[in-house]
């Protein structure tokens, strides 16, 4: 490589030493000396003030020029998981009837089935209460079958339902839908331990209550849930600490019975076809009565007279009707069922009577005289609401996956047959009640009409202690099922890390169980029964489930529409279309339910999703949602024109390119932060950095240096995308970077790098880095932001004030009035005012530029205070011809003593102080990162005579001068230049235009907290002197200032006076 380096400087210069004077000739400088003249001519008639911005004002106009043409402005833009986890014991192994049909079906099959399934028969009919458990059975069958695609696309491990939601729509769903659901399994065990409580207590033995007759009193009922309820939840939470094989030994037996009993209600249907004299019912007129003993059920009768004529002036509706008994249980052959078709739909406080005749339903003098009313309003959309916690359970088998032989081949079948035999049941049962029960009956909800009996026990045979006892395990048995899947699916969460707060659940016994988080399952379902009311749970618990069962259905409709490579799922039977009918169906169930309820579901499902998003681990698991995501960004890239957008929609996409220090770090960490500062242009960022060497050999380099570069983005919070190249030679690497970087329309068209501090010592590689750079960023009509002072900017999360300057020169698309507007949407510089200074030429009207330029401001929307300076046109001062001369001397001593790189670092410092130690003060910039100190600190104490350069700035008066042995020769040296040497007049005219700028804003700007100006650009020979002269101009240029930001726009429109 240096070599080619070598090369490459032989075939841009030749150096010839010359044996007089010891000074050298560059053949190229006399081959090219007409050239120079004919460059000074053309150039004659350019403002010598502004002769340092000569090459711009040939192609962009000069401000003066273009605010003089407002009225012209034209708005439009030119074409152009933990390997270290010890492994866990293992647990019980399970196939499709033990693992996944019986916990289905007992959590299906509950204490709806024979409380509330009658009720919702006769409140809504024969016809609307088939479609009611139509559309519930729909709803399961259709995520069940959702279920089955993404079961069968992959191992389902422990969390069944969780695991697929998260894996197939991202953690952030999966870990809100999973929190949800769990909470929603972990009430539902409350809720049916509630509801066994309820029918021991009000069916089987009404004796054991120990805070009195709770048919009277309703406290004293809910006082005896909270109580049994408790002892109960801590017998069940015993079994399942015992282990999951217990649960299904218990799970077992209770099934049992579960379907003896629903055997014997068919077999009591049809044993009682004919109907039979267990149950009558007492009847005023068309009214139903209730705790009138059937003794008493005449309308002479003392007891009922009493009732209804208190003080001898009896009720109207008593004395115009009769008070009859009516069989209850008529039978399938009495044809009952053409009077339970349609609905009979109450408001709450009506009477529960035949018809809907207003004089049989409604109440009109506010007096109940032991007629049944309706405790509640009903309607279609309630009754789905409360019948569909029947249909839920689907997911019992899938929680325990872990536990299962063959997920993928057992979720599928067995959960599919559960919902079948389970619908059938339901299905068949609306119509056998409806063909059965006398519809007054069936309206009864509590029984009080036939002595608190339950209705659905009297039917079956043999008698009604069968229903009993089996209702009562099937519904200890759904509790125990949900007790035994929730921690479970807790635990699964918690070990995906997602959400910091659950780490402790993650953890399993030696047995293998989940038993922290079964404690928490049981502390959770203990607050649930406290509640001690079943109405209450039941439609929380349905929004919990719908939205499951929702987020299942979307998954698959995802995973389908994509049509990604790895959606391979065994089971054969889905369809997108199903999927989205049941994503809607949900929707719609959860609305029509309760619509207050599924706003709080949906609330909490965003607090979690936002928790996630925040402060949970980020995980890529090739999710649907990034499918998406990729399939949205695919699509928007190939709308988006090759071409710049509009001035309009002109935004900075920013281009860092950082420069690492010989430990991979970035040596300038406040790029980041002004990077960050810049980003209310809400615009795409890229943070490169550049490696010399070969990519085949430092391919670990590469990827820790981008690991910190990507830390320091994240310190700096810049949002966005990091990337390291390898490459042969920095500049070269640079160049592909600018030309290659982006992607379709989204491509970067702003560059920031950073000035390059040890110019002068580290010789020509520098500045011809920096140099390369600017012109191949002008070559891609890119714009160009160069921050100087870099270590004086300040923090993200500091505030400052003061004013921000623009010195706009040369106009080249308006970025120099759009940057200051961006950074005072930072909060950083909120609270800094905008003065923009521009030149006036000896010709240009001053007043009247001044009020072009406050017009032109008022049109962008920019508040700003405008001044214009006035530069006289002065004569070249002695002080300009000595620091031309300098500079040459510099260029030419280097060439000629041809010093290796430390020696030459040494010479220049040398002839650097001399100067300034005569000419000028101290700049106060300090070039270097402060982060840097201790590693140079470091280095300096491997060779005490190494100058710590970049500590104190090239510029620094105070830095100690050589004392080496060639000092006096470098004098020497040095007088011969001055007294032999005249100063090019191209230069001395760069020089004077630099050092009158740089009064002027020095003046006007030294303590401003920025200063805004434009990048003159670089010299267009690719020759050692020009680029060295160059770099001094800038030097010069901006002496005295802390924190300057140099800009050079792309010459395209980036900002509009139109809307």
């Known amino acids: 490589m240096q070599s080619n380096s070598a090369k490459d400087d032989s075939d841009e210069m030749e150096i010839i030493p010359s044996e007089h004077n010891g000074t050298v000739h560059d053949t190229k400088n006399e081959d090219s000396g007409d050239i120079h003249r004919a460059e000074e001519n053309q150039k004659s008639n350019i403002d010598p003030n502004l002769y340092l911005y000569d090459d711009d004002l040939e192609t962009r106009p000069h401000i003066s020029t273009f605010i003089s043409s407002i009225a012209n402005y034209e708005n439009t833009i030119p074409a152009a998981t933990d390997p270290d986890a010890k492994p866990a014991a293992p647990s019980a192994r399970m196939g499709t009837l033990i693992g996944v049909f019986l916990p289905c079906i007992q959590n299906i099959f509950g204490v709806i089935l024979f409380i509330r399934l009658t009720w919702v028969v006769g409140t809504a009919g024969a016809v609307c209460g088939f479609l009611i458990v139509l559309t519930c059975c729909c709803v399961t069958m259709l995520t069940a079958i959702s279920m089955s695609a993404i079961a069968t696309n992959g191992v389902v491990p422990a969390g069944g339902s969780y695991f697929m939601i998260s894996r197939s729509l991202g953690p952030e769903f999966g ?9 929603g399994t972990t009430l539902a065990a409350a809720m049916y331990i509630v509801g066994a409580v309820e029918i021991v207590l009000t069916y089987m033995a009404p004796w054991a209550s120990i805070f009195g007759d709770f048919t009277k009193d309703v406290d004293a009922m809910y006082n005896n849930f909270r109580v049994y309820g408790t002892l109960l939840l801590i017998f069940m939470g015993l079994i399942v600490f015992l282990g999951v094989k217990f649960v299904n030994k218990f799970a077992t037996v209770a099934l049992a019975c579960v379907i003896l009993s629903i055997i014997a209600v068919y077999v009591g249907i049809f044993d009682n076809i004919h109907g039979n004299e267990k149950l009558y019912m007492c009847v005023l007129g068309k009214r139903l009565l209730k705790d009138i003993p059937l003794d008493n059920c005449t309308k002479e009768d003392p007891f009922i007279r009493d009732i209804y004529c208190p003080d001898g002036k009896c009720e109207e509706y008593f004395l115009a009707n009769n008070v009859t008994k009516v069989k209850g249980i008529k039978g399938l052959a009495s044809g009952v069922f053409y009077d339970n078709i349609f609905p009979s739909f109450l408001d709450k406080g009506q009477f529960i009577a035949y018809g809907k005749n207003a004089i049989d339903i409604e109440n009109t003098d506010g007096q109940s005289y032991n007629q049944i009313m309706a405790d509640i309003t009903t309607s279609f959309t309630l009754l789905i609401g409360i019948f569909f916690p029947s249909v839920t359970g689907i997911m019992a088998g899938s929680n325990r996956s872990g536990d299962l032989a063959d997920a993928q081949k057992s979720i599928p079948i067995g959960t599919i047959c559960a919902i079948l035999t389970t619908s059938t049941v339901y299905l068949s049962s609306v119509m056998f009640f409806a063909g059965t029960v006398d519809n007054l009956l069936l309206r009864d909800k509590f029984g009080q009409s036939i002595g608190g009996k339950l209705v659905v026990a009297n039917i079956a045979w043999p008698n009604q202690w069968v229903i009993l006892i089996g209702s009562f395990l099937s519904t200890l048995g759904a509790g125990l099922q949900s007790l035994t899947g929730a921690p479970r699916l807790l635990q699964a969460i918690a070990r995906d890390e997602i959400i910091p707060f659950l780490a402790p659940f993650a953890k399993s016994s030696k047995r293998g169980e989940p038993t922290r988080a079964l404690l928490l399952t049981i502390v959770i379902c203990q607050c649930g029964i406290l509640l001690g009311n079943v109405d209450l749970l039941a439609p929380l618990l349905s929004m919990f489930f719908l939205m499951c069962y929702g987020f299942v259905n979307l998954a698959c409709a995802v995973q389908t529409l994509l049509r990604t490579p790895n959606w391979r799922p065994r089971f054969k039977f889905y369809h997108w279309s199903l999927s989205l009918i049941g994503l809607t169906l949900c929707i719609s169930v959860m609305i029509m339910t309760s619509w207050y309820f599924a706003l709080i579901a949906m609330g909490m499902a965003i607090i979690i999703y936002k928790y996630i998003e925040y402060r949970g681990a980020e995980k890529e698991w090739g999710d649907g949602i990034r499918g998406m995501a990729l399939t949205a960004a695919r699509y928007s890239l190939l709308r988006l024109e090759e071409g710049p957008p509009h001035t309009k929609n002109w935004r900075p996409q920013i281009l860092v390119l950082s420069k690492l220090n010989d430990n991979l770090l970035p040596k300038y960490r406040k790029i980041f932060s002004f990077a960050t500062q810049l980003k209310a242009g809400k615009g795409l960022t890229i943070c490169v950095s550049v490696i010399k060497g070969d990519h085949t050999k430092i391919t670990n380099k590469a990827v820790d240096a981008k690991s910190t570069l990507r830390k320091y983005m994240t310190d700096e919070k810049v949002k966005g995308f990091c990337d390291v190249l390898v490459s042969q030679q920095i500049g070269e690497g640079l160049s592909s970077v600018i030309q290659t970087i982006g992607l379709g329309g ?38 160009l932001m160069v921050p100087k002072g870099i270590n004086f900017y300040p923090e993200s999360n500091h505030k ?45 009207n001053s007043i009247q530029m001044k009020k072009d330029l406050k017009t032109f401001l008022y049109h962008l929307r920019i508040e700003a205070d405008v001044e214009v300076v006035e530069m006289n046109n002065s004569d070249i001062s002695a002080y300009t011809y000595e620091r031309t001369l300098m500079m040459e001397q510099r260029n030419q001593m280097l060439r000629a003593l041809g010093l290796n790189k430390k020696e030459n670092s040494k010479v220049v410092q040398t002839i650097v102080d001399h100067h300034y130690d005569a000419t000028k003060t101290a700049s106060k910039v300090r070039f270097a990162d402060p982060t840097i100190e201790e590693i140079q600190h470091h280095d300096s104490q491997n060779d005490e005579k190494r100058n710590s350069i970049d500590l104190d700035g090239p510029e620094n008066a105070d830095a100690p001068e050589t004392t080496s042995s060639k000092d006096e020769s470098t004098e020497k040296a040095d007088g011969d ?45 690719v020759r050692a002197e020009r680029e060295s002269n160059y770099m001094e101009f800038l030097e010069v240029l901006t002496e005295g200032l802390e924190k300057v930001l140099m800009v050079r726009g792309g010459g395209r429109e980036v900002i509009t006076i139109y809307s």
């Not at 839908?177 to 909470?183: A, N, P």
């Not at 005012?833 to 000896?842: E, P």
């Not at 007294?979 to 303590?1007: C, G, W, Y």
Request: charged letters at 20%.
């Open 175 to 183: 870990g809100a839908v999973g929190m949800l659901f769990y909470t």
């Open 800 to 844: 400052i004030g003061g004013n921000i300057d623009i010195w706009w020169i040369v106009h080249d698309g308006g970025l120099l009035m759009l940057l200051p507007f961006l950074l005072k949407q930072h909060r950083t510089w909120r609270n800094c005012k905008l003065r923009i200074f521009t030149v006036a030429q000896i010709e240009d």
């Open 977 to 1021: 230049f001055k007294s032999s040497v005249k100063p090019d007049e191209f230069n001395v005219r760069r020089m004077h235009t630099a050092i009158k700028l740089n009064e002027v804003i020095v003046e006007k700007s030294q303590d401003a907290q920025l200063v805004i100006m434009n990048l003159p650009g670089p010299p267009r020979e």
């Open 746 to 783: 989204m491509k970067p068209n702003t560059v920031i790098i950073g000035w390059p501090y040890s110019w002068r010592q580290e010789g020509r590689n520098s500045w011809k880095t920096f140099i390369q750079t600017v012109r191949t960023v002008s070559a891609c009509h890119m714009a």
